[in-house]
């Protein structure tokens, strides 16, 4: 159970972090990103937690909340 809730948790981060490409709105970009992060890094990906935070300053660069958060990880 534990391993399929994590799978879950993983996938659930990726799908985050791919929906964010269609979404126009700043505000909603980041804020699933910082969710799909802190999934990732819920499961231990840290890799993940991080691509998914370098995708949202690829898109909004400077974004204070995105940059704590990368720094956090680092």
């Known amino acids: 159970r ?3 809730a994590l ?3 993983q996938e ?3 799908i985050f972090t791919e ?19 802190e999934l990732a890094e819920d499961v231990g ?6 691509g998914a935070l370098k995708k949202g300053l690829e898109k909004i660069p400077d974004q204070p909340e995105l940059l704590e958060r990368l720094a956090t990880l680092y």
């Open 7 to 9: 799978k879950a948790e």
């Open 2 to 4: 534990l391993s399929r």
């Open 45 to 50: 990906d840290i890799d993940e937690a991080a």
């Open 19 to 37: 929906l964010t490409t269609k979404i126009e709105d700043p505000a909603l970009t980041v804020s699933m990103l910082v969710e799909a992060s």
């Open 12 to 14: 659930l981060a990726r």
